[in-house]
């Protein structure tokens, strides 16, 4: 890969994940200090990302990779997701911006498949580049939380104008990048085939089918963090909460360069029990730190990010890797992605949103009764560490399953 593609794609991958880090974090903060919106609101409002990631795939897969270069279908999609989102910046009542922001999620979501195709297509050793490539996503994650906790604006709509901004700059980017026709023009794409059907037959093995359970499962409490922590840091009083929490992505990079040294000491099940014990530890930190002389606990929990992230996440997608025959890597790959970016993550938007407001305080007091909402998802994650811990048994030997 020559400088000026692999300077292209790594723009292309900052600005891709700059646009999601701008809003998304702060927007429970906007919803509920702001427009006054309850928490039930406030988790169907992160619940579009979730809903839209489920029917994402069924879009790139059965008319972006047959009809339509990536490039331009990336652009098209940023440009008409910049519209949505100004327009929830706009909304005040419930109904309008839940509207505009449902719209916006399902022109974004399709676009992380459509980044990675646009990376790949110009990779001769994937395994070797795009990691270099993909690491400028998560930079621009941390861009986007620092500038917005530095301009001070989490319960303003602010973030969702700079989000609209960016997303423009991609749209116009978007044509200059290099050329990438449909991967599966011509060819007989099936919705089973899109949805990741083939993958259906590794849960003929007892311990892939708890590993997909417990990934749906994990995405339950992991919701609580995504969906809250900006708003809880923002009620307790840390300072410029946008910005600390770009420590939990500043570690999530530090994980994945030391990942191989564990992954090749702890295996698969340890690495995955690892992670999950790393969401407990977060969310017990969570509810017994404060603002004052306990804020530490809250950095803590926050800069658990990483092994949070990589160990569960990471590893889970390597252990499919290895489980699934190379026919079928690809389905298996977006049928765990539906279970917990998409299923498992709406389920937990949803839960997260009904223990928000049903431990909001009282009128005329205000706030959350924080350390209840952290305990229920800290112990949600020691119930399913405790079950991974006793049903699922790694294998040794690799793709045996998925040729049955």
């Excluded at 698969?268 to 530490?296: D, P, T």
Aim: with cysteine.
């Amino acid at each position: 890969m020559n400088t000026k593609v692999r300077l292209q794609l790594s723009v292309m991958m900052f600005l891709q994940y700059f646009i999601w880090g701008s809003w998304f974090v702060t927007l429970g903060t906007f919803l509920t200090n702001t427009l006054k919106f309850d928490g039930a609101q406030v988790g169907l409002a992160y619940s579009t990302t979730n809903l839209a990631a489920m029917i994402a795939p069924l879009f790139v897969g059965m008319i972006a990779d047959r009809f339509f270069s990536s490039e331009k279908v990336l652009a098209t999609l940023h440009l008409m997701g910049a519209v949505f989102l100004y327009l929830a910046s706009t909304q005040k009542t419930w109904g309008l911006f839940f509207g505009a922001i449902m719209a916006h999620t399902l022109c974004y979501m399709p676009t992380m498949a459509l980044t990675n195709s646009i990376a790949f297509g110009q990779m001769k050793d994937a395994g070797k580049e795009f990691p270099g490539i993909r690491v400028l996503g998560t930079i621009g994650w941390i861009a986007a939380g620092i500038l917005i906790g530095k301009l001070h604006q989490e319960a303003s709509s602010v973030p969702m104008l700079v989000g609209a901004a960016a997303s423009v700059a991609l749209a116009l980017f978007s044509f200059a990048l290099p050329h990438t026709p449909p991967k599966s023009k011509g060819q007989r794409v099936t919705f089973g085939d899109v949805i990741g059907l083939p993958a259906l037959r590794l849960f003929k093995d007892l311990s892939f089918s708890m590993f997909a359970l417990g990934s749906f499962l994990v995405c339950i409490p992991l919701a609580f963090y995504y969906n809250f922590t900006n708003l809880y840091l923002t009620e307790v009083n840390i300072s410029e909460p946008a910005y600390k929490m770009t420590f939990g992505q500043m570690s999530e990079i530090f994980f994945m360069l030391v990942m191989p040294f564990f992954f090749s000491r702890l295996g698969v099940k340890k690495m995955l029990l690892v992670g999950i014990a790393a969401w407990a530890a977060r969310y017990f930190l969570f509810a017994y730190g404060n603002g004052g002389a306990l804020a530490w606990m809250l950095i803590m929990g926050v800069v658990l990010h990483g092994i949070c992230y990589d160990f569960f996440f990471v590893t889970g997608q390597i252990y499919v890797d290895r489980q699934a025959s190379p026919e079928i890597r690809g389905a298996a790959q977006g049928l765990v992605a539906f279970l917990t970016y998409g299923a498992g993550m709406y389920v937990g938007s949803l839960i997260s949103g009904i223990v928000l407001k049903k431990y909001t305080a009282i009128p005329p007091a205000v706030g959350h009764e924080w350390q209840t909402i952290w305990i229920i998802p800290a112990i949600g994650a020691v119930a399913i560490l405790l079950l991974f811990a006793a049903a699922f048994h790694e294998k040794k030997t690799s793709g045996a399953v998925s040729r049955g």
